[in-house]
Structure formats: structure tokens, C-alpha cells
């Protein structure tokens, strides 16, 4: 069942304010799989404790309250269910808060763990003048 968009977020800023989350913009990718449904990945763009919104490529068959789980790098899967779908958006509420340090901890992992080049290809960057100084 497709979920109109404008609706859902209507519903939400109806919502009492206490239960409203300061949302992040982000370029965060993660895995999010649905109950009965092969995993996918998702491109965040925009977080809070309470939920995300996210955008996916292809055909992904999914409805709304479906549960689910999200998976952020280097993180356990966080439960959670689909609150609202529109085309390749939807709208994510995590079954429990989400401290978003992890989140921050885990893209600082990433970023520390870059994959190191093997040899021909650290060659060929250095060739193009593209290898990093260190």
C-alpha cells in the first residue's frame, strides 16, 4: 500500500512536540531489510533518534508498518518499522531511540578504515599525481 507523502508528514507535524526529534541531514549509507524481503541498501538523508528518512534505487517491494531492521557500518542491526513510503522515499521509526554518537562513532570508523591501494594501483594514482601524501 503506497503512502502519500505530504499526508504522512502533515500527520507528523501534528504531532505533540515532545515526540517531534531534531532531524540531521546526512549522506549516510546503510542496509535496511524488511520483514519478508530481501535486504537493500538505503541512502539516509536525514536522521534523528527517533527515525530517518531514507531513498533507494530499483524496485523494492515494501509497505507501510512492515518491521524492519537497519543496518549502519559497523553497527548491530536496529530495529525498526516502515512509517510511510512514496516512489524510492521512506519514512523510518526506530522501535527504540538511536543514540546518534554511535552513528558518528561508526562514519569515523569508515573513514579510519579507507581501503589501502595494492600496489599497481598506488602506482598508477601516484602516476596521475592523485597519491596521498602520507
Not at 29 to 36: D, F, K, L, P, T
Amino acid at each position: 500500500m503506497k503512502v502519500n507523502k505530504r499526508a504522512a508528514e502533515k500527520a507528523a507535524a501534528n504531532e505533540p512536540v515532545a515526540k517531534r526529534q531534531p532531524r540531521n541531514s546526512t549522506l549516510l549509507v546503510a542496509q535496511c531489510e524488511r520483514e519478508g524481503g530481501l535486504p537493500f541498501p538505503l541512502r539516509i538523508r536525514n536522521l534523528s533518534a527517533s527515525g530517518l528518512c531514507g531513498h533507494f534505487s530499483g524496485a523494492v517491494d515494501i509497505a507501510q508498518d512492515v518491521s524492519a531492521r537497519i543496518t549502519f557500518p559497523h553497527m548491530e542491526p536496529v530495529p525498526a518499522r516502515v512509517v510511510w513510503h512514496d516512489g524510492n522515499q521512506l519514512g523510518i521509526q526506530f522501535l527504540n531511540p538511536l543514540d546518534l554518537k554511535c552513528i558518528a562513532d561508526a562514519r569515523a570508523a569508515t573513514a579510519i578504515a579507507a581501503p589501502v591501494p595494492d600496489a599497481r594501483t598506488a602506482l598508477v594514482l601516484n602516476w596521475m599525481g592523485l597519491a596521498s601524501a602520507d
